[in-house]
């Protein structure tokens, strides 16, 4: 490959389209560069894992469930069974702790949206 020619004016200046002087100015960001920045070699890796969790918390919000974050969502759809689990953020390994605490999550009265007042004695 030989290199660009300059374009030069009558004038003897060079043009405002004169390829390699426009070249010369090219600079790139270390962010660009993932030898060079760790910020972008962290986002290579966790950018496809928040797109993943993205579209989980999406169906998972479609299905009438509240995930407690985005953060995790993906393996929350995978792995959870019960209601409970999604809005705590928990997986319940144990078959018989899982039942017990869906049946008391069920059981608790729904959130009001006026304070609780205690009065005091």
């Known amino acids: 490959m030989k290199p660009a020619k300059h374009l030069i004016q009558e004038d003897g200046e060079h043009s405002p389209n004169c390829f390699p002087c426009k070249i010369r100015t090219v600079t790139m960001a270390p962010s660009a560069m993932l030898t060079r920045s760790p910020e972008a070699a962290r986002a290579v890796i966790t ?40 809005e705590t953020g928990w997986i319940v390994e144990d078959r018989a702790d899982r039942l017990r605490l869906a049946t008391e999550f069920a059981g608790m009265p729904e959130p009001s949206a006026s304070p609780i007042v205690r009065e005091t004695a």
């Open 47 to 86: 950018d496809p894992q928040l797109e993943k969790d993205r579209e989980s918390y999406r169906r998972l919000r479609r299905d009438g469930e509240q995930p407690k974050h985005l953060k995790g969502s993906a393996e929350l759809e995978a792995k959870a069974n019960e209601s409970f689990e999604i």
